[in-house]
């Protein structure tokens, strides 16, 4: 059932409240097993949500909501748990993250972005970029969440820029988060755990470095790098996350890594938090 869509239902911008400037993040997400199984990656982003400031609300753009051609936003008051995937067990499709919906945030965020006509979604719900994620992270559930689709046909400045207009959430107790990963090329695994490739781990050092130095643009040009850039992601669904993170980035913010670890030598688990000092 859709919820009314109406200006009275939502708060208007001056009427959310203003908090501290959250932190953002960017998360490699990995396979979706990681939201039933105990592992480093797992019990990191349980501490990560404990470590960090109770949000008024979860923003999450994730690599597996693209819509060539739009920008959406979910806005629905109890968005559903998409298992948008196949070939894993009963369990993982039994898992549920019935966490609310946050449509008074979702209507901010559309009066906020001028880049784009952002259209309010009722169908999509939480895939499992986000919701593999955040069940390990806010694992009661009870922090209001939301998504922002991809325009999957526009150029990755563009995303950058967008992101840019997004910044003013994270004074209104908005936590945002991107889900993704940072080298990700499932052509390439291999069964042996422990092996990296060299051009994977080139990318990942390289875009490393970028963050380090506050070289948004060397991250948002990646596709300079060439066949580097076209091993570590054939398609950049994985990688424009990231983008949106880093366009959240104030000179305030201070860049930490976690979860720094190449899996089946091109799958790059590297996540990132900033906070502001």
């Given at each position: 059932m859709k919820t009314d869509a109406s200006p009275k239902h939502f708060k208007t911008l001056s009427q959310l409240p203003e908090t501290d400037t959250m932190p953002f993040m960017f998360v490699g997400h990995g396979s979706p097993m990681n939201a039933i199984t105990d592992n480093e990656f797992s019990r990191q982003w349980a501490a990560t949500?404990?470590?960090?400031?109770?949000?008024?609300?979860?923003?999450?753009?994730?690599?597996?909501?693209?819509?060539?051609?739009?920008?959406?936003?979910?806005?629905?008051?109890?968005?559903?748990t998409i298992h948008d995937f196949g070939g894993f067990p009963k369990a993982l499709f039994d898992a549920q993250y019935p966490a609310p919906g946050a449509p008074d945030y979702a209507q901010k965020t559309i009066e906020l972005i001028r880049k784009a006509e952002v259209v309010a979604d009722y169908e999509w719900?939480?895939?499992?970029?986000?919701?593999?994620?955040?069940?390990?992270?806010?694992?009661?559930?009870?922090v209001p969440v939301y998504q922002l689709s991809i325009d999957y046909a526009k150029e990755p400045r563009y995303h950058y820029e967008l992101a840019r207009e997004l910044y003013e959430?994270?004074?209104?107790g908005v936590l945002?988060?991107?889900?993704?990963?940072?080298?990700?090329?499932?052509?390439?695994?291999?069964?042996?755990?422990?092996e990296q490739y060299d051009w994977a781990v080139e990318f990942d050092e390289t875009m490393t470095?970028?963050?380090?130095?506050?070289?948004?643009?060397?991250?948002?040009?990646?596709?300079?790098?060439?066949?580097?850039?076209?091993?570590?992601?054939?398609?950049?669904?994985?990688?424009?996350?990231?983008?949106?993170?880093?366009?959240?980035?104030?000179?305030?913010?201070?860049?930490?890594?976690?979860?720094?670890?190449?899996?089946?030598?091109?799958?790059?688990?590297?996540?990132?938090?900033?906070?502001p000092e």
């Open positions: 949500g404990k470590s960090l400031p109770r949000p008024k609300a979860i923003l999450c753009i994730s690599a597996h909501w693209l819509t060539p051609g739009s920008t959406q936003v979910t806005a629905m008051d109890l968005p559903k719900g939480l895939d499992h970029g986000t919701w593999s994620v955040l069940i390990k992270m806010f694992p009661e559930a009870d959430l994270r004074n209104k945002i988060l991107g889900s993704g990963n940072l080298v990700h090329n499932l052509r390439t695994l291999t069964m042996d755990e422990s470095s970028f963050m380090d130095n506050g070289d948004d643009m060397g991250v948002v040009d990646f596709l300079k790098m060439g066949t580097v850039a076209k091993l570590a992601h054939p398609t950049h669904d994985h990688f424009l996350p990231l983008i949106y993170a880093l366009g959240l980035r104030s000179e305030k913010d201070r860049i930490q890594y976690f979860n720094s670890k190449i899996l089946a030598g091109s799958i790059s688990m590297k996540s990132i938090i900033a906070h």
